[in-house]
């Protein structure tokens, strides 16, 4: 299990606090590094969607993007892409 950083663990919260909910691709980009970041699946064992599950093949597809990046990184890169949402949508 990878260790959260206290930085990523508030990049969470603040991004629950938005009142203005971003476009899918920022959703969709939030939800791949945050995926990669807490390291809980791995992405090899990650079920792959079915043919007609559109939300979670784009899901799949958004991780899949960051599947070579380290943990670290992409908690880094997920405060840094909520931070601007947050500042763009608060």
């Known amino acids: 299990m990878v260790v959260q950083s206290a930085e990523f663990k508030k990049a969470q919260e ?5 009142t203005t909910q971003p476009p899918n691709d920022d959703l969709l980009e939030m939800y791949g590094l945050f995926k990669q970041g807490t390291g809980e699946t791995k992405f090899a064992d990650a ?3 079915g043919m007609f599950d559109i939300k979670g093949k784009a899901k ?7 599947k070579d990046m ?3 990184e992409a908690q880094k ?4 892409v909520v931070k601007g949402l947050v500042a763009k949508y608060k």
Do not use: Q
């Open 14 to 18: 603040d991004s629950r606090k938005m």
């Open 70 to 72: 380290k943990p670290e």
């Open 60 to 66: 799949y597809n958004a991780w899949e993007k960051v």
């Open 77 to 80: 890169k997920y405060v840094t």
């Open 47 to 49: 079920p792959k969607p």
